[in-house]
């Protein structure tokens, strides 16, 4: 495969992984409550903050670091293929 044929398809991936992080941000919940984390609502002794790893807040959270560091990668694979 000529060097042309990887720039591009590391282009696109970075495109691609680029508007990806973009989406899952937003659709993540914020981490501050608000006033609700004044009363309590939410304490770490619940059941819902004992498995948010597990939750769909959870897994948004593994997928972004995954694609973020994707991202560094591919930036990196570029700039080295630019000189």
């Not at 992080?21 to 939410?42: A, N, T």
């Not at 498995?51 to 560091?69: A, P, Y």
Request: glycine share 8%; with cysteine.
């Amino acid at each position: 495969m000529s060097t042309a044929l990887i720039k591009n398809i590391v282009t696109i991936a970075f495109i691609l992984i680029s508007v990806a992080i973009s989406i899952i941000i937003l659709v993540q919940q914020g981490k501050d409550q608000g006033l609700g984390s004044l009363s309590g609502q939410l304490s770490d002794s619940s059941y819902w903050a004992k498995n948010k790893g597990r939750s769909k807040e959870g897994i948004l959270v593994k997928i972004t670091s995954v694609l973020i560091v994707l991202y560094f990668i591919c930036a990196a694979v570029l700039n080295i293929g630019s000189f």
